[in-house]
């Protein structure tokens, strides 16, 4: 009996594997087919200054409208871009998108001159030797000035490519372009890689704000979060606001800066426009 069970849970197993294999197949034969890029666009999320709601600059958010798959969030197709090297044409096409936008509201007076942009970043994108090169074109042809452009990466990019992120982050560091870390306190247990990789802003995971008014713990882990960005000069945004209460708890903390859903959801250039010059619509 316990037998014959093991064997049909196999063969779910096997065909859910095998269904898996199918779907990441389709996935990345489309993603071939759509790397002159007509169906993606860039949205933007505002990043807000708490105690004043100012919005001090915009994080670019990748989208894929597929003709006959619909809209396909970037979870499901950044890991296969990321698997099949796809990613760094792709990453290009993001930075010279991301900054071109932003030069065009600047030349439409539509934002200040300090106004940034903050562009993700993947782990094998950043860690290649070509990187800065890129950058360095792209603020070139765009116009944009770096210290316009943010650069988010994970603590696993860092990590993971330690010798070579080291050599990036130095070059990047000296052309003034700001690094944040993304998704912070999810990565590793370990922060002592904030000595030898200085950053400038650290991003804390949506994830622990989720949790901010529920448990005592996650408080404090956040006051933890803002005390060491403090400590060693660096900036903090918190990621994922959804209720005023957090925002009010955020600014009881004294963390700077935020962003999510409350201010406004991630939109396309022409409304997130709208709600740069007018202010966030009224829910
Ligand atoms: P991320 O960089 O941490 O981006 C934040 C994600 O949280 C976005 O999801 C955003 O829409 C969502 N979000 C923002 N505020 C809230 C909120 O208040 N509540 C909730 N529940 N969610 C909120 P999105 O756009 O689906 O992107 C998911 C991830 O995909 C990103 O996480 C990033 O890791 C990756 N990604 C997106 N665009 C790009 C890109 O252009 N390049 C690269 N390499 N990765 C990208
Ligand atoms: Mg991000
Ligand atoms: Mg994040
Ligand atoms: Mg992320």
């Not at 389709?26 to 505002?46: A, D, I, N, V």
């Not at 994080?59 to 396909?72: D, V």
């Not at 008014?213 to 994922?240: C, Y």
Request: charged residues 20%; aromatic residues 10%.
């Amino acid at each position: 009996k316990a037998k014959s069970l093991g064997k049909n849970q196999y063969q779910i197993f096997a065909q859910a594997m095998y269904e898996e294999a199918c779907q990441r197949l389709q996935m990345e034969t489309e993603l071939r087919k759509g790397m002159q890029f007509s169906g993606f666009t860039l949205h933007y999320q505002p990043i807000i200054e708490l105690n004043t709601g100012k919005i001090v600059g915009t994080e670019a958010l990748i989208r894929w409208y597929h003709p006959t798959l619909g809209l396909i969030p970037p979870a499901e197709f950044i890991p296969i871009a990321e698997e099949t090297g796809l990613i760094i044409q792709m990453g290009e096409w993001i930075l010279k998108q991301a900054c071109s936008q932003l030069r065009s509201w600047q030349e439409q007076k539509i934002v200040d001159p300090y106004f940034y942009i903050s562009v993700n970043v993947s782990a094998y994108q950043f860690s290649r030797p070509q990187f800065v090169q890129q950058i360095d074109d792209i603020l070139a042809e765009t116009q944009i000035s770096p210290q316009c452009l943010r650069l988010e990466i994970t603590e696993t990019a860092i990590m993971d490519n330690t010798s070579s992120a080291a050599m990036v982050i130095d070059n990047i560091r000296q052309r003034n372009i700001q690094l944040s870390i993304d998704d912070f306190g999810t990565g590793y247990s370990s922060l002592s890689y904030l000595h030898s990789f200085p950053v400038d802003n650290l991003k804390i995971d949506r994830s622990f704000i989720e949790r901010l008014q529920d448990t005592p713990a996650s408080l404090s882990m956040v006051q933890a979060m803002i005390q060491i960005a403090k400590n060693m000069g660096m900036n903090i945004i918190a990621e994922g606001i959804e209720t005023n209460e957090q925002w009010e708890q955020l600014k009881l903390l004294n963390c700077p800066f935020g962003q999510g859903f409350l201010f406004s959801q991630p939109l396309d250039a022409e409304k997130i426009a709208d709600v740069i010059m007018n202010g966030f619509q009224k829910k």
